[in-house]
C-alpha cells in the first residue's frame, strides 16, 4: 500500500500509542500483532482475515489462517480493532485508550469506513420501552450508504449531459 507521508507519520502515532497503550496494561504486542495491527491502521476499509494473510506473505511467508485469528482475537479483545459484522472483516478502533461504544458509517461503493464514538445511541436503545429489563451484552451498529465522495460522483454522473449519437 502506498502512502503520503503525513499518513506515513499519522500510522507510526498511532502504532506508538498502541504500544504505550499496550505495555501500561501489560500486554504483549507482539511483532505479528503490531504487524497486523498496522495493516488494519492502515487501511481506510474494513480488512478480512485473507487480505491480512495475502498482506503478510510477502514478508513473513505463509502464516497460518489460526495465527492470523488469534491475532486478531487479541486486537479485538484489548480494544485496539473493531470486528465490522458485515463484512467478516476489521478496522482499527478511533479511542484505542478508553472502552466505548461506537457507530460505524459504512460506504456501499468504495467501502470507506468512518467510527462514530460515543454512548449516546447505545443509552438511548437500552433506555427505549422494548429494552427494558433486557441486559445487553453486545452491540453492533453498522450503517450503509454512501460516502460523501461517492455521493458526490454519483450527483455528477447523474447530472452530466447526455451526448447525442
Do not use: W
Not at 98 to 111: A, K, T
Not at 156 to 162: K, Q
Request: overall charge negative.
Amino acid at each position: 500500500m502506498a502512502h503520503s507521508s503525513a499518513n506515513s507519520l499519522l500510522i507510526e502515532d498511532r502504532l506508538k500509542h498502541a504500544e504505550a497503550l499496550a505495555a501500561e496494561r501489560g500486554l504483549a504486542l507482539t511483532p505479528l500483532r503490531r504487524q497486523v495491527y498496522a495493516l488494519i491502521v492502515a487501511s481506510v476499509r474494513p480488512i478480512g482475515a485473507y487480505d491480512l494473510l495475502a498482506a503478510l506473505a510477502p514478508e513473513r511467508g505463509r502464516v497460518p489462517p489460526t495465527t492470523v485469528y488469534r491475532t486478531l482475537e487479541f486486537l479485538v479483545e484489548n480494544g485496539f480493532i473493531h470486528r465490522i459484522e458485515s463484512k467478516n472483516a476489521f478496522f482499527a478502533c478511533c479511542e484505542i485508550d478508553r472502552p466505548h461504544q461506537s457507530q460505524f458509517l459504512i460506504c456501499d461503493v468504495c467501502g470507506e469506513t468512518v467510527e462514530i464514538p460515543g454512548g449516546a445511541l447505545a443509552e438511548q436503545l437500552a433506555h427505549t420501552d422494548p429494552a427494558q429489563g433486557f441486559e445487553v451484552h453486545h452491540q453492533v451498529v453498522e450503517l450503509s450508504g454512501l460516502c460523501a465522495a461517492c455521493k458526490a460522483r454519483q450527483n455528477t454522473v447523474a447530472t452530466a449531459p447526455i451526448e447525442p449519437r
